[in-house]
């Protein structure tokens, strides 16, 4: 039984990662956080210069306040050889996008489940100005309010809800049912398995967890502070590198990370821009994100931005330091998000996304990743 349920501990440490993976795909500029008005009929568009250049920076106001829903569905197939196969009625993965290997990760031993996330977030900006408050005139909050420059914002972790199916397994957690700290419905008993609050002693650690980030003027992050509670998700097993989850990793979902970077800035309906982000994510080790931007177009203060991007291994050395020795393949991820000109904040975003990953551990996750501000 002791081997049981570290099998069964291992397996849901891979399930988590292959969702926060899908998360970690948002490494988009801070745009990813903000509010989606409504139509106003007969707007004009704003924010274009006699160039005809619209400006997609962010605008920010010291002591404002926002909070955000991010949900995350994945179906996941995770092949195991020690796994029994799964019965007729446990989830079922989607098809393997077009061009995908559809036998990736499938035949006996295969461990599906289907995952879905439910987070909410709180953003507030410390400091407004300057290089965003690292050094120069933006450290006491000095710059011009909801204009340019950079800004430190916090980001606080402040609910989770999660549920989880796998063959095994059927757990879900709600850090706002019975309190702070919340309450999990343990596995059903299969296979002589014991109850067990698997998702509690991990996400009660994360709800609460508060970040600090610093952006430029163009919203590209120079800067992550705190966050140490998100290594929980990576130490649960004992299977991740010390790398795992870690903060400036989970700060990518907020703006890009280092690496070369095109930024927002101002352009024109139809450019594209690319951004490159080098990352580390617990398992899969370090690779390189590279994401394109259209601007498709803008009309009464909303600029519509389309997203394609993919995943890359760093290097073979690199993917060897994970003691299970597991290994990007293949990553593509697409989507779209709107633009507030006026405002300077992202209005809605969607974004979808396939991955593949091999090694001692076989995987495949999809995922669909939807933001909205509370209230609209």
């Known amino acids: 039984m002791h081997t049981q349920n570290n099998r069964r501990a291992w397996v849901l440490a891979l399930v988590l990662a292959a969702g926060a993976w899908g998360v970690t795909a948002m490494a988009l500029p801070a745009r990813a956080f903000a509010d989606t008005p409504k139509e106003r009929p007969g707007s004009s568009p ?7 250049l619209v400006d997609l920076r962010p605008k920010w ?15 996941n197939a995770i092949k195991d050889p020690n796994a029994p196969a799964p019965p007729a009625s446990s989830p079922a993965t989607k098809p393997a996008p077009k061009g995908k290997d559809k036998n990736a990760a499938e035949g006996g031993g295969t461990i599906q489940s289907k995952m879905t996330q439910t987070i909410g977030l709180k953003m ?10 690292k050094g120069g005139k933006g450290k006491n909050g ?18 989770v809800k999660i549920a989880l199916e796998t063959p095994d397994m059927k757990m879900e957690y709600d850090s706002a049912a019975g309190g702070a700290g919340g309450k999990t419905k343990p596995a059903k008993k299969s296979d002589g398995l014991d109850d067990q609050d698997l998702l509690k002693p991990i996400f009660d650690k994360i709800v609460g967890t508060t970040m600090t980030l610093v952006f430029d003027e163009n919203g590209e992050i120079t800067e992550v502070r705190g966050g140490e509670q998100l290594n929980m998700l990576g130490s649960m097993s004992g299977m991740s590198n010390p ?3 870690d903060p400036k990793s989970m700060g990518s979902l907020f703006g890009p990370i280092g690496g ?19 990352l580390n994510v617990g ?17 009464g203060g909303r600029a519509e931005v389309q997203v394609d991007g993919k995943a890359e291994a760093k290097s073979e050395g690199d993917a060897a330091t994970s003691p299970d020795k ?43 990743v939807k933001i909205r501000k509370n209230g609209q």
């Open 46 to 52: 704003t924010s274009v210069d006699e160039s005809g």
């Open 61 to 75: 106001e010291k002591g404002a306040v926002t909070r955000y829903t991010m949900e995350v569905t994945s179906t």
């Open 124 to 133: 507030r900006v410390v400091e407004v100005g300057g290089g965003g408050g």
């Open 142 to 159: 000095d710059g011009p309010a909801g204009g340019g420059g950079g800004a430190t914002v916090e980001l606080v972790y402040e609910s």
């Open 243 to 245: 790398g795992a989850f």
């Open 260 to 278: 070369s970077k095109g930024g927002m800035g101002k352009r024109k309906v139809g450019e594209k821009w690319s951004n490159t982000d080098a």
């Open 283 to 299: 398992p899969l080790g370090e690779f390189i994100m590279k994401t394109q931007h259209t601007l498709r177009s803008h009309t």
């Open 326 to 368: 597991i290994k990007l393949k293949n990553s593509l991820y697409r989507g779209k998000y709107i633009w507030d000109t006026k405002k300077g904040q992202l209005q809605s975003m969607e974004l979808e996304q396939s991955v593949q990953v091999g090694g001692a551990v076989e995987a495949k996750s999809d995922s669909v």
